[in-house]
């Protein structure tokens, strides 16, 4: 066994932090290692001479290179070991710059010295690899039935795999089948999804899995076996009219989900009218089993009895596209969502959805007209006392958004909105911005400390700042 | 309980109800309250020498150290100073190695090893003793005084230092202590906004301001207001007074320290709860007490 140790300087990238000549001096004598050298860039021609000459000159059958990430450079390495008659496999690529060098500032030389201690012993215990050709399983899986499970799993059938969807709701569609319109087109929502979402339903290359969850996953790329729990729907999606004839008699009423509970559904309920598959399903949490709606079903598509369903899926590949969720409102006490007057912005879509384009004004619980509503943006985001250290990204813009629909229904509306900066990134937002103070949405820098009800408002936000209010 | 009380400069020569009422509290609890010999938390100076302050506070949190005890501080600026300190010490080694050489050079001191905790009075209250063991221990509920509470700035700010105990801009735990003792705690616009304590010596104008107008929303919705922190009972308390001079008119809002309305609660006589330091009369609490 012979083994050869190449530390490169990086430029500085790695001997700005790590001393590489310290490194070299504290693995030459090791047991095995013919050669120990530093040199700069070591993926350069020059570079790579050197690593070609040793294992000329020395004979060496390993070779351990500490510079970048493998992600950079192992494949390039590889092939150089290998046209100098070396196995491939016999190349060691210890990573001393990213998980190194860049981030520490102290104690990087002796990280450094471990790392390459330890790819050493790695080294010797290398056995030469033989390349072989497997068959691999090609269908996927993905989970999630948003606009982005949806679109991976069409550019996938497109191209001839055979895709497994799997969605925890009864209808696939996600988040973007509750928005009204998008930014900063106003283009219609459901216009742009729907149709894709049908396409899901009759693409002969997919498989749809609603009312289902990924409960395990074994095995590994081009090889999986994953188990997915399915719900009980109640109602054979085959049969089933959308009369609505059970819901009608079904005795039960629940907050419904697509609604963002604003509006309630019945234990049996069709999720929303573009639904995917396009059927009514059973809330066996909510049931009370009356059978009002089995008797009712002219197709006898109901069935109390239904069971769920463990299935077993061979996968080659996994595509997560799980989505988002809000974030607990728990956590934002101080804005007081527990008020009726204190919605969040997917239950204003569906007041826009609901309300505005039926022509209706927006109204308090006493049935007062709504004149002024705030906007609070960053609730939750960027605060990583109390939410997330990040930013979503897409508040300002969707908050522009809603502002300017409702300007366009209710233009005795006064909307406020609070802001810490307007990151209006993506082309056209400028514009949509501007549209917004044109058309007179008032703008306030700043996060408000603490909210109270006003008689003639939604909810009256207060500033922190003594003296002022609005 | 044993811990090393931290008072501060303020309470001792200005508040000294609330030092009173929290020694008379904490003895009916059963937790002992063991002096130190402390100086100033160093606070004050901490805009002007960030080094010079920790090294005062480095100083005090050396003699509760020394005896091996937590420290409780009653003085919600205190606390935060102290506990800043502790944690500045710990993760900046170059501050650390600047703050020990001053204390040598100026004292022949150096701080390090196992470090004291650092909490503010209340959250003892809240966490060490426990909501429900003070309610068990409650004499004489307090059911019917309504009670607006002032948890100020420094008491779980910064979030970083108050580990997460209480939400830092919502914060329930001086509500839930309050609650403790049979009164009812409630909701009021502007809970968080701050005394104006901290402005006093710059502008004096405005400081009496931000008091006056948490002030007049309380005015006649609530029996007293409740607040754990020196400079925030100098505002509410003293300097109603002095507005009410200046501008005619009462605003009527009785200030006690939580110890004051615990001590009722738990059956103390009103003479060792320093009721007579208050500037604002609280006759009207001790008669809905049943004092």
């Not at chain 2, 150096?110 to 003793?129: C, N």
Request: charged letters at 25%; aromatic letters at 6%.
């Amino acid at each position: 066994m012979a083994l050869g140790v190449f530390i490169c300087r990086c430029g500085g990238n790695i001997s700005g932090t790590v001393n590489c000549e310290e490194v070299r001096d504290a693995v030459k004598d090791m047991e095995r290692v013919t050669t120990a050298q530093v040199t700069d860039f070591l993926c350069s021609k020059p570079g790579l001479q050197v690593i070609r000459n040793a294992i000329q000159r020395r004979k060496l059958d390993r070779v351990l290179v500490a510079c970048c990430s493998p992600h950079m450079h192992e494949r390039m390495f590889q092939n150089v070991v290998e046209e100098e008659g070396m196995n491939r496999y016999q190349l060691v690529h210890v990573n001393v710059r990213e998980q190194c060098s860049w981030i520490h500032e102290k104690g990087a030389t002796e990280k450094a010295v471990n790392l390459v201690k330890g790819g050493i012993r790695r080294a010797l215990a290398l056995d030469p690899l033989e390349e072989k050709e497997v068959e691999l399983c090609r269908d996927v899986l993905v989970i999630g039935g948003g606009v982005a499970g949806i679109t991976a799993a069409l550019q996938l059938s497109e191209g001839g795999f055979k895709v497994n969807l799997v969605e925890r709701n009864p209808s696939i569609g996600g988040r973007m089948a509750q928005l009204s319109k998008t930014f900063p087109t106003l283009d219609c929502s459901p216009c742009i999804l729907s149709p894709r979402m049908a396409e899901v339903g009759n693409d002969k290359n997919i498989t749809l899995y609603t009312g289902a969850e990924v409960v395990d996953l074994t095995g590994g790329p081009g090889n999986y076996k994953a188990l997915v729990k399915q719900k009980a729907r109640g109602v054979d999606i085959d049969k089933c009219l959308k009369c609505a004839r059970c819901s009608t008699v079904c005795p039960t009423e629940v907050p419904n989900e697509f609604e963002e509970g604003l509006y309630p559904r019945k234990a049996i309920y069709l999720p929303f009218p573009q639904a995917v598959p396009s059927a009514y399903v059973i809330d066996f949490e909510n049931c009370q089993r009356c059978g009002n709606c089995v008797e009712a079903c002219p197709a006898k598509a109901v069935n109390l009895d239904d069971e769920d369903k463990m299935i077993e899926l061979d996968i080659g590949s996994v595509i997560v596209a799980t989505g988002f969720d809000l974030i607990d409102e728990e956590k934002l006490r101080s804005y007081r969502p527990e008020h009726p007057g204190v919605v969040n912005a997917l239950q204003v879509e569906r007041l826009i959805e609901n309300e505005l384009t039926e022509g209706k004004v927006l109204t308090t619980k006493d049935g007062d007209r709504i004149k002024s509503i705030a906007y609070v943006l960053c609730a939750g985001s960027r605060d990583p006392h109390r939410g997330v250290s990040y930013c979503s990204a897409v508040c300002c813009p969707y908050t522009i958004k809603q502002a300017v629909l409702l300007k366009k229904y209710l233009p005795y509306l006064k909307i406020y909105i609070y802001y810490t900066d307007m990151r209006m990134i993506g082309r056209g937002f400028e514009d949509f911005y501007r549209e917004a103070r044109e058309k007179g949405v008032f703008f306030i820098h700043g996060r408000p400390g603490d909210q109270e009800r006003g008689r003639a408002r939604g909810a009256l936000v207060r500033d922190g700042a003594p003296g002022w209010r609005r | 309980m044993r811990y090393a009380v931290f008072l501060g400069c303020t309470i001792p020569s200005r508040q000294m109800n609330y030092e009173q009422s929290a020694r008379a509290v904490s003895e009916a609890l059963g937790i002992e309250l063991v002096d130190a010999d402390f100086g100033c938390c160093g606070f004050p100076i901490e805009p002007i020498d960030e080094v010079k302050a920790l090294s005062m506070a480095a100083m005090n949190l050396k003699k509760a150290q020394e005896k091996g005890l937590d420290v409780v501080a009653l003085c919600s600026a205190c606390g935060e100073m102290l506990a800043k300190a502790e944690e500045t010490l710990e993760k900046d080694e170059s501050t650390a190695k600047n703050v020990n050489r001053l204390l040598s050079k100026q004292l022949g001191l150096e701080y390090s090893g196992e470090r004291p905790r650092v909490i503010h009075f209340a959250r003892m209250l809240y966490e060490d003793v426990g909501t429900e063991r003070i309610r068990s221990m409650v004499k004489r509920p307090l059911g019917g005084l309504k009670i607006a509470t002032h948890p100020g700035c420094h008491y779980v700010r910064p979030s970083t230092l108050s580990g997460g105990f209480d939400d830092p801009e919502f914060p329930h735990s001086l509500d839930e202590l309050v609650e403790a003792t049979g009164a009812e705690a409630v909701d009021y616009v502007g809970k968080e906004d701050c005394c104006g304590g901290g402005i006093l010596a710059v502008r004096e104008d405005v400081a009496k301001a931000m008091t006056r107008k948490k002030l007049e929303t309380l005015s006649g919705k609530v029996d007293a207001m409740v607040l754990i922190c020196p400079f925030c009972g100098i505002m509410y308390d003293r300097y109603q007074k002095l507005m009410g001079a200046e501008m005619e008119k009462e605003f009527g809002v009785p200030v006690l320290y939580y110890p004051q309305l615990l001590g009722l609660a738990l059956g103390i006589d009103p003479e060792e709860l320093g009721f007579d330091v208050n500037s604002v009369s609280v006759d009207g609490v001790l008669e809905k007490a049943g004092v």
